[in-house]
Nanobody, 121 residues
Framework: QVQLVESGGGLVQAGGSLRLSCAAS????????MGWYRQAPGKQRELVAT???????SYADSVKGRFTISRDNAKNTVNLQMNSLKPEDTAVYYC???????????????WGQGTQVTVSS
């Protein structure tokens, strides 16, 4: 089984910054894409940013230019640097990893427990 542990959420004023981190551990043969999603109260979970094994990134339009995703393949970690935060960024942020536990197993999605980010106006 693959475990994901997130850290770095919290309360920040509008215009401030936070950095989220996610570490994958456990039975891991390989990791493909890594990413961050978020879910605000009363809304569906939405994609924030993804990064491939070679470092190609993709962002939601709402965070482009403000958020930066990065990964360390040697440490199986993915980070999300969030700058110029806005109240509408308030949500629970979830780490997502697409990984294979063994060579013979298919690639599956794994999720972190979520970390709360609250941006006050």
């Amino acid at each position: 089984q693959v475990q994901l542990v997130e850290s770095g959420g919290g309360l920040v004023q509008a215009g401030g910054s936070l950095r989220l981190s996610c570490a994958a551990s456990g039975s891991i043969f390989s990791i493909n894409d890594m990413g961050w999603y978020r879910q605000a109260p009363g809304k569906q979970r939405e994609l924030v940013a993804t990064i491939t094994t070679t470092g190609t990134t993709s962002y939601a339009d709402s965070v482009k230019g403000r958020f930066t995703i990065s990964r360390d393949n040697a440490k199986n970690t993915v980070n999300l640097q969030m700058n110029s935060l806005k109240p509408e960024d308030t949500a629970v942020y979830y780490c997502n990893v697409r990984a294979r536990e063994q060579f013979t197993m298919p690639v599956s999605d794994y999720w972190g427990q979520g970390t709360q980010v609250t941006v006050s106006s």
